[in-house]
Structure formats: C-alpha cells, structure tokens
C-alpha cells in the first residue's frame, strides 16, 4: 500500500548527540514537509522540499538539517544545536495535482517519530 | 496563508452529530479550507476540504458560509473513536511549500 513511513518510532538519545530521524514515501509525491509537535500544540514547521534537491526553511529551521537526494526520501537530522530537542517529529507529503486534473493538495502524514533526549 | 481559530475543546453524546466550527476570516480568494483530525500520538489525518460549495464524502460534511469567513465540519453520528484534536487550517492547492499553518485545533470528545 502507498503511504509515508517514519522510523524509528521513538528514540532515546543523549544530548549533545545528532540523530537522524527516516522519512520515506512511496506515494511518488514532489513536496514533503517534517513539523514538530509539542504537548498540546499544534504542529510547527520546520523545513520543506518541493523538489529533489531543493529545500527550504519552515519556521522553526534552527539546530535541524535535511537532505532531499531522492524523490522518496526527506531525512531529518537533529543537531545538537537545538536546544530543546524533545518532542514529536511528524513527516509528511503532498501532491498538488496535475493542471486541470483531480485538485487535492491534502498532506498525507507519517506515523510520527517520538524523540526524547535525555 | 490564512489563520484560523478554532474553540479549545468540545463535547459530543455518541451517536449525535458533531459539529467543529472555524473561523478564517482573512481567507482570500483562492484558498481552500481544509480540515484535519489527530488522535492521539498518531500522524494527522485528512478529512475533508472545500472551496465555497458544502461538500460531503465518507467521514464528514463540510458547511461554508457564502462570504467563506466561516466553516463547519459535521461528523453527522459520532463514535468514541471519533474522539481525537480537529485541525482546520487553509492553503492554496497546487502551490508547493505552503507554510501550513496548524493552530492548537479543537478537542472532540465523545462521550458515551
């Protein structure tokens, strides 16, 4: 079945470490997007990328990196230069649909990776 | 893109309808409104969206006001699992990398 999956489900690191958080999708989706959530909040952006190879900053972009080297695949590196890293990572994508076809624009998300540093 | 503000929280008997209302009152004249639900610690999923005409499909119903400032989603016989936090937010489609917007949403519990 077509959908995004994220791995690992949760993660336990120290801080000061980086850690990489898998996002993947077989949807074959040009944008794909990661928020994060935190305790009865709403979701906040933090990059996207509407193409291979191209990305832009969300607005949350300080101490996280990605990458977009392939179409299925937006892998999201915590640095430890976020200060407050703990929290819940969500992955998703969108197709805004062909001129004159079907128009969705709907996100499909992940499951969601939970991150804890301890 | 447009905010939207939605209540914190609301309570619906099982088995009545459920009605999430959003005001976006800034929504200019290409954007969509969409609506979105999150249960618990799980990825959010898509319910709904519409331009200005009310649209139904197998979830819900989706009511907008002629001068679109407002909308309602209808979840017209509400289960427990239907209990999660709604998002309406609004985006331009076919536009890539939209600064989706996700307030706080609105808690629907469904209570027994």
């Known amino acids: 079945d077509g959908g995004i999956t994220q791995s690992p489900k949760y993660l336990f690191r120290k801080e000061g470490q980086n850690v990489t958080l898998s996002c993947e999708q077989n949807?074959?989706?040009?944008?794909m997007y990661w928020y994060r959530q935190d305790p009865g909040q709403g979701l906040r952006l933090i990059y996207y990328?509407?193409?291979?190879?191209?990305?832009q900053k969300g607005d949350i972009a300080e101490g996280y990196s990605v990458s977009r080297e392939k179409k299925e695949s937006f892998p999201l590196t915590v640095t430890s230069a976020q200060k407050n890293p703990t929290a819940f990572y969500l992955c998703?994508?969108?197709?805004?649909?062909?001129?004159?076809?079907?128009?969705?624009?709907?996100?499909?998300f992940g499951e969601g990776s939970r991150l804890t540093v301890l | 893109d447009a905010k939207t503000t939605q209540p914190t929280s609301m309570d619906c008997a099982e088995g009545r309808a459920a009605n999430l209302p959003c005001n976006h009152s800034?929504?200019?004249?290409?954007?969509?409104v969409y609506w979105y639900r999150q249960i618990h610690s799980q990825g959010p999923q898509y319910i709904i969206h519409?331009?200005?005409n009310n649209e139904t499909n197998e979830m819900a119903s989706l009511i907008i006001t002629e001068d679109r400032k407002s909308s309602t989603l209808i979840l017209p016989h509400a289960t427990l699992r239907d209990t999660a936090v709604y998002y309406c937010?609004?985006?331009?489609?076919?536009?890539?990398?939209?600064?989706?917007?996700f307030g706080a949403g609105t808690i629907l519990r469904v209570k027994s």
């Open positions: 937010i609004v985006r331009v489609p076919r536009i890539y990398g939209n600064k989706l917007v």
């Open positions: 990328s509407q193409i291979v190879n191209d990305f």
């Open positions: 800034t929504i200019s004249g290409n954007e969509y």
């Open positions: 519409g331009l200005k």
């Open positions: 949807l074959n989706h040009d944008a």
């Open positions: 998703a994508s969108s197709n805004p649909g062909l001129a004159g076809g079907p128009d969705t624009g709907e996100l499909f």
